[in-house]
């Protein structure tokens, strides 16, 4: 049976396109017309819904996956998380890989309850995590993947510039940490590589490090990478190219505002925010094409 | 102005209790008229809080605080977010100190979101944050408990068997990471010390390995303790006392299902959830108290 990650592999390879677009709103990013109906948490949180709404319909064709990160819908409160669920049942719906960005970490059954949230239903492919609990903090997500056929993506070498404070550390190995964790997320992985050679444990490698990620490329073969840092944060497709391997395969890279709120650049100045977040996921499938040789 | 922790510390000196209550219910914890009330995730997540309210209401003149566990709630989508706002909301009006035990960790305007999420409003005094991403991901929380006069707990060395995967692991400087992670709390922490010399920036340390939290409690004074692990976890009295420092400060020791489903065992067979709770939380604090000797 193929997994997860062999099916996103698919979905990028036949659309030639290695993008995420990551589904971050916020009400800033709202045209004025739909910014005034957010009065309070509630109406906040349909209105947010209602714009991922009309990206979702405007990209569905051109990008295999979107990445829906759970903080700012929270930040509204149980209305906030319905938001994120309709979003994602939403997208399900239209035929994209739903990634919950949630980075959620804890142990045993308190993990298993997380498992039980992210992974049993229906809206979401994958989830990200923290591994700093080591492998009790993994195994529930493991397992709820291998009987759901779903994914994680465990944080590896993050793409902001303190991220170095703790995961650049050198061990007595003299290895740098975030190496090690490559290692432990290959070995956590092993048991659920597929088809195309990827696990459905996955890693998140900045695009804003392409030196470290080409180290983790090179070394952990059958870890598929999800690859934020892309756009906003600096990173250009020459440096997420790092992250794939020799056939153009191996991650995917992730755009939120770069994409989503494209509309608010003078590139794209007078479009709707729709119709610039698709002209932005052309561009970066360009770009990514472009650097990668597809 | 006194900041969170001298508040929660002058609770548990009043209290002589320097115990959290954890509320973390399952479905399996509750009595058999509740648990049939709960048909969908809607009527599991009311089940889950009134049997949270009796908790409260049976503890509150005798522990400072409560901790509420997210992932419990989370599993109920929405409605058990909903639950949990109304949990710490109920726990806030009957004078508890809340902790949201979430564990969340990003960085940037993401982090920016989840402190809005949990630092904003009323319900909850703190939360638990993983410091994988580095100050970046640490300073918007820090920003927002210096605003709104709360506290963070930082992932320092839990109480979980496979935390020695990555927590322990030897840094180049022979220290293991734990430890270089308890002086960057103590640093990040540093502009936050209150009255009763603890930062609003504390630390999560597990009672299951008191050498390592003697270690963490000798070298950095200023940092104050949530310790999880006692009870279920194999944790005591004694094994908790390696975080308070000489005078029976500096920590709080959480307990959840070895107070909460305390009627499930033969010891408070036969006496109601709630009361249960109520004499396992006496007993509690009556080892704490003799480990201490308070």
């Not at 591994?131 to 779903?150: L, Q």
Request: glycine share 10%; hydrophobic share 40%; proline share 4%.
């Amino acid at each position: 049976m193929k997994n997860i990650t062999d099916i996103l592999e698919e979905r990028i390879k036949s659309l030639k396109n290695p993008t995420v677009v990551g589904l971050d709103p916020r009400l800033d990013y709202l045209p004025d017309a739909l910014k005034k109906t957010a009065t309070d948490s509630a109406s906040a949180a349909q209105a947010l819904e209602e714009y991922n709404r009309r990206i979702i319909d405007s990209i569905k064709d051109i990008v295999p996956a979107v990445k829906i990160q759970s903080a700012f819908y929270e930040m509204y409160g149980y209305h906030g998380v319905a938001a994120m669920e309709q979003t994602a049942a939403y997208a399900k719906k239209n035929g994209l890989i739903v990634m919950a960005d949630v980075k959620r970490n804890d142990i045993g059954t308190t993990a298993e309850a997380y498992a039980a949230a992210f992974l049993d239903g229906d809206n979401y492919d994958y989830i990200t995590v923290n591994p700093y609990p080591g492998y009790d903090g993994i195994k529930p997500f493991a397992d709820a993947c291998a009987k759901n056929n779903k994914g994680i993506f465990v944080l590896a070498r993050m793409s902001n510039p303190s991220a170095a404070d703790i995961q650049n550390m050198t061990l007595a190995t003299g290895e740098p940490l975030y190496m090690h964790i490559g290692g432990l997320i290959e070995q956590w992985g092993r048991s659920m590589v597929g088809e195309s050679g990827y696990s459905a444990i996955g890693a998140v490698v900045g695009a804003t490090n392409p030196t470290e990620a080409a180290a983790l490329r090179a070394k952990f073969k059958s870890v598929f990478f999800l690859v934020p840092g892309y756009g906003a944060q600096g990173g250009k497709g020459k440096d997420a190219a790092a992250s794939f391997d020799g056939n153009g395969g191996g991650a995917i890279v992730n755009n939120s505002r770069g994409i989503i709120a494209a509309y608010k650049t003078d590139k794209y100045k007078g479009m709707t925010y729709y119709a610039a977040a698709r002209e932005a996921a052309v561009a970066m499938a360009d770009d990514l094409r472009a650097a990668l040789g597809l």
